[in-house]
């Protein structure tokens, strides 16, 4: 496995700025339209929050081995089980082998989700 990428914290910011703002507006417009229950809508999301707690394994801990289904991290070695569960693909942009959930298909071709972080 060769380039390993670390999408900075700086990107990281942006996005989420940019993603909190889409969602605030798309909530807004939502209200507006009288399509949206605000006190659901957070009932919901806490749900969903308190799901993938205990399913997802803390994003310090990547290695902990006994979660077979999920992805391995990008471009660190990969867990020999949990890699052949799923294809892999070619990331068009940087090379790397990454599992097909975990990228996204752009005009040029199949990219990684940190090619495609970046791009935006
Ligand atoms: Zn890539």
């Given amino acids: 496995m060769g380039t390993s990428e670390v999408v900075s914290i700086g990107t990281l910011r942006r996005e989420i700025r940019e993603l909190t703002a889409t969602v605030t507006v798309l909530l807004d417009m939502l209200a507006e339209a009288g ?41 660190g070695a990969p867990d020999r089980d949990a890699v052949h569960e799923q294809p892999m693909v070619q990331c068009a942009s940087c090379g790397s082998m990454v599992p097909e959930r975990m990228t996204v298909i752009i005009a040029t071709g199949v990219i990684c989700d940190v090619c495609a972080s970046r791009r935006a």
């Fill in 35 to 75: 399509a949206l229950d605000r006190e659901m809508l957070r009932t919901r999301v806490e749900a969903m929050l308190e799901n993938s707690r205990e399913e997802t394994p803390p994003m310090s801990d990547p290695w902990r081995p006994s979660d077979p289904d999920l992805p391995p991290p990008l471009g």
